[in-house]
Antibody, heavy 119, light 111 residues
Framework: EVQLVESGGGLVQPGGSLRVSCAASGFSFNKFYMDWVRQASGRGLEWVGRIKSRGHSSSTNYAASVEGRFTISRDDSRSFLYLQMNSLRTEDTAVYYC??????????WGQGTLVTVSS | QSALTQPASVSGSPGQSITISCTGTSSDVGGDDHVIWYQQYPGKAPKLIIYDVNYRPSGVSYRFSGSKSGNTASLTISGLQAEDEADYFCSSHSNNNSPYVFGAGTMVTVL
């Protein structure tokens, strides 16, 4: 069974940094593209970014709203996905989901971790 | 503001059929067959229910079906049941800056 478990969310002040993690299991993690999708309270879904598999150079793409502030990385040896968030803004407050990408769809989702940016 | 336009809410009585629309542009919905629908219950993660316009993953009820015409995709729920009360989000692969765009979501209420 595919499992994605996020951790590391919490309260951070504007301008601060936070790293959230995602532990993957139940599938060959190294073969899949992995993404982060966020959802502000009562709002829609927003794609944050993606990291391709090592076979595709583990290259990354980001939404314009986070480009230059957020960094996605992966540790295939441990089946972990990371999202490093710097220069956080109040509008970054959201539940962050770790998702598995499979042929242009997000077929598995974690339970999400809440990141609150507030003074 | 979401890239794809969905109605905020749709309602129906048990047993009825309802349809949720999702309107984009020729850069996403109209120009791509990777249109996706997700179902989300309050406090839970989204769940994939339709991919590539009209394909259902294993385990998803046959009562869910998808279609597309031009820049508008649709999700139809037939034989509406109480358990279908949830939020539904459409998504599409896009040729714009972000590879994936979403709608703002539609709340389905079973009367």
């Amino acid at each position: 069974e595919v499992q994605l478990v996020e951790s590391g969310g919490g309260l951070v002040q504007p301008g601060g940094s936070l790293r959230v993690s995602c532990a993957a299991s139940g599938f060959s993690f190294n073969k899949f593209y992995m993404d982060w999708v966020r959802q502000a309270s009562g709002r829609g879904l927003e794609w944050v970014g993606r990291i391709k598999s090592r076979g595709h150079s583990s290259s990354t793409n980001y939404a314009a709203s986070v480009e230059g502030r957020f960094t996605i990385s992966r540790d295939d040896s441990r089946s972990f996905l990371y999202l490093q968030m710097n220069s956080l803004r109040t509008e970054d407050t959201a539940v962050y989901y770790c998702v598995r990408e499979y042929f242009y769809r997000f077929d598995s989702w974690g339970q999400g971790t809440l990141v609150t940016v507030s003074s | 503001q979401s890239a794809l336009t969905q109605p905020a809410s749709v309602s129906g009585s048990p047993g009825q059929s309802i349809t949720i629309s999702c309107t984009g542009t020729s850069s996403d919905v109209g120009g791509d067959d990777h249109v996706i629908w997700y179902q989300q219950y309050p406090g839970k993660a989204p769940k994939l229910i339709i991919y590539d316009v009209n394909y259902r993953p294993s385990g998803v009820s046959y009562r869910f079906s998808g279609s597309k015409s031009g820049n508008t995709a649709s999700l139809t729920i037939s034989g509406l049941q109480a358990e279908d009360e949830a939020d539904y989000f459409c998504s599409s692969h896009s040729n714009n800056n972000s590879p994936y765009v979403f709608g703002a979501g539609t709340m389905v209420t079973v009367l």
